[in-house]
């Protein structure tokens, strides 16, 4: 599956966006999809993961009750809104996939889109 991610931008601090991920070449309903973040000089972080219904979505704690995630399977999409965002959010955001549901930021994700970054301004 070809993975996509786009929507960011730059906000200042509290501000909040919705970056997207448009998946093609595969049934996108058959993966579990996550979204990773990586700050300058950082490595890859663990945001978050839905599950392929939807239904179930897990985040990491530095971004739970302020981060959502969401798809839509009818439009190949997976979506990671962000409010009451921080400067600490900036990084550059990817969306992945793997074929089964895993709440470990550890998990094995077979494919990558390229990011967008998102710069939070204080």
């Known amino acids: 599956v070809q993975l996509q991610a786009f929507g960011g931008g730059l906000v200042q601090a509290g501000d909040s966006l919705r970056v997207s991920c448009a998946a093609s070449?595969?049934?996108?309903?058959?993966?579990?999809m996550g979204w990773f973040r990586q700050a300058p000089g950082k490595e890859r972080e663990f945001v978050g993961v839905?599950?392929?219904?939807?239904?179930?979505?897990y985040y990491a704690d530095s971004v739970k009750g302020r981060f959502t995630i969401s798809r839509d399977n009818a439009k190949n999409m997976v979506h990671l809104q962000m409010n009451s965002l921080k400067p600490e959010d900036t990084a550059v955001y990817f969306c992945?996939?793997?074929?089964?549901?895993?709440?470990?930021?550890?998990?094995?994700?077979?494919?990558w889109g390229q990011g967008t970054q998102v710069t939070v301004s204080s």
């Open positions: 839905i599950n392929r219904s939807g239904l179930t979505t």
């Open positions: 992945a996939a793997r074929p089964y549901y895993s709440p470990s930021p550890y998990a094995r994700y077979d494919f």
């Open positions: 070449g595969r049934t996108f309903s058959d993966f579990a």
